[in-house]
């Protein structure tokens, strides 16, 4: 849908509730660090709506103010945190089964993670083969699922007194599968949830529920939770925001940060090899070639969109690219990304540059689900309906409008949510135009 210039956004009144499919590492390093930050006893590093500034009008001007005193961002003081599990741990159980956060820090925040228990998950073992928990749900078709997680929704809603709500999936990476005919149009989806169709997985029976109740959902994981026709018809008709997909965090945020620079300095490339060893959860289950598929499909988009082989057949022709994972589990989820990159430059001479990242892969994604959370619900109250494209500095692969090519270049993604922001407020976008040439 079409944003007017200058909206009027509802004001972020009351409770927002976060809702998470998928309660392990990320979602609880994200639960565990809000809370935190709550109490001051850190800071939200990397999270651009409690961080970031946004320049308005010239650079003379001096005018930065901090983002979410520009526009109406739900305080974190006035978050609420549920989700669902195929396990039983409640936050702070599964916070310290992730290893992520020291105990010493979860510890401080004890009580009020144990309160956050997972309600039971909607699961089939066919679509993440290296996983089986107990906390599951059974019903007689996948409508009747849909159904069950529309009343914890509800019950969710009213039981944490809140008055908004958005869903943020941060549950295992499914198998890889296209969009069927089944996804096609919204009548068949449901035809599908009521036969139990094969085609549907757990995350768009989640997907489907949040958005026939109005909740917003963006998709952390590479699978297709609500990137098919069917859910975007949905979320048009029932005027919701949907985002993803997969969060941009370790090796492909720094390929979106250097490929952009040897684009701008059109310097040729021959080969990008990525290869990553990590040895949490995630790792195992991307350790399935079937579930590590959908990760590779998203990950390997990332350069042609950045690097326009199109327009540069002489730099950009002809590229091996090569993602790998290896499931290590000494390393938990302090994930190891190498990149060997053969680049190209003045009459054909090649160079090579190695990127050694010793990332925390839950560090750099828990401000991710943060943002998204928040803009998601900014969205919501400003009229944003249907594919949220300005959010596509989160992603890996972002879903866009039908017949657009994904923009991947972080730069741009950073310009372009900044902007979508600047319009909200009806004020001049940044053009980066010299000052001399204003009037
Ligand atoms: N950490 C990162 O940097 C990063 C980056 C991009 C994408 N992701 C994606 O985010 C997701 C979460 O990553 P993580 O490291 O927290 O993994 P994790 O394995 O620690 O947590 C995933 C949780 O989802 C649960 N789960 C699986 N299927 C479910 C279902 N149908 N319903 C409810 N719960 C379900 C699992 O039991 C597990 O507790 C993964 O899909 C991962 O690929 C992570």
């Not at 998709?219 to 975007?232: C, E, K, R, S, T």
């Not at 060893?277 to 990332?302: A, M, Q, Y």
Request: aromatic share 10%; hydrophobic share 40%.
């Amino acid at each position: 849908m079409a944003l007017k210039k200058g909206v009027d956004v509802k004001p972020a009144t009351g409770k927002l509730g976060i809702l998470l499919p998928g309660m392990g590492a990320v979602a609880t390093t994200f639960i565990a660090g809000v809370i935190a930050v709550r109490r001051g006893l850190a800071k939200p590093i990397g999270s651009l709506t409690q961080m970031g500034t946004i320049r308005l009008g010239k650079r003379t001007d001096a005018t930065s103010p901090m983002l979410k005193d520009y526009v109406s961002i739900a305080p974190i003081d006035n978050v609420a945190f549920g989700g669902w599990d195929i396990f039983h741990d409640d936050a702070y159980a599964a916070a310290v089964r992730a290893g992520v956060l020291d105990t010493r820090l979860l510890d401080q925040m004890k009580d009020e993670l144990e309160a956050i228990k997972p309600m039971p998950a909607v699961f089939e073992q066919t679509w993440v083969k290296k996983l089986n928990g107990p906390n599951v749900k059974k019903g007689t078709s996948k409508m009747d699922l849909a159904e069950q997680v529309m009343e914890d929704i509800k019950k969710f809603k009213a039981t944490n007194n809140c008055d908004r709500l958005v869903a943020v999936w941060c549950g295992s990476t499914e198998v890889y599968r296209k969009p069927t005919e089944t996804h096609s149009t919204l009548a068949k989806f449901e035809e599908g949830l009521r036969n139990s169709s094969d085609d549907i997985a757990p995350s768009q029976i989640y997907a489907y529920a949040c958005l026939k109740l109005g909740v917003p959902y963006a998709n952390g994981a590479p699978n297709l939770a609500v990137d098919f026709p069917a859910a975007i018809e949905l979320a048009r008709k029932n005027q919701v925001p949907i985002s993803g997909k997969d969060f941009k965090t370790g090796q492909t945020l720094m390929k979106t940060i250097l490929a952009p620079g040897f684009k701008a300095r059109l310097l040729g490339l021959q080969g990008w090899y990525s290869t990553n060893i990590l040895g949490n959860r995630d790792g195992e289950v991307l350790d399935d070639p079937e579930s590590f598929k959908s990760k590779e499909v998203t990950k390997l988009g990332v350069l042609d969109h950045i690097l326009q082989p199109h327009l540069y057949p002489d730099l950009y022709g002809h590229i091996d690219h090569v993602v790998r994972i290896n499931y290590y589990p000494p390393r938990g989820d302090n994930k190891e990304g190498w990149d060997n990159i053969d680049i190209v430059g003045w009459l054909g001479y090649p160079m090579q540059i190695k990127v050694n990242f010793l990332c925390r892969d839950s560090i750099l994604a828990a401000p991710i689900v943060l943002d998204l959370a928040l803009f998601m619900d900014f969205a919501s109250r400003a009229g944003m309906a249907g594919v949220q494209e300005w959010l596509s500095f989160y992603w890996k692969s972002p879903m866009t409008q039908e017949g657009l090519y994904p923009e991947h270049d972080l730069f741009i993604q950073l310009m372009k949510l900044k902007n979508t922001l600047r319009y909200t407020k009806g004020d001049e976008l940044i053009t980066h135009l010299g000052a001399e040439y204003y009037d």
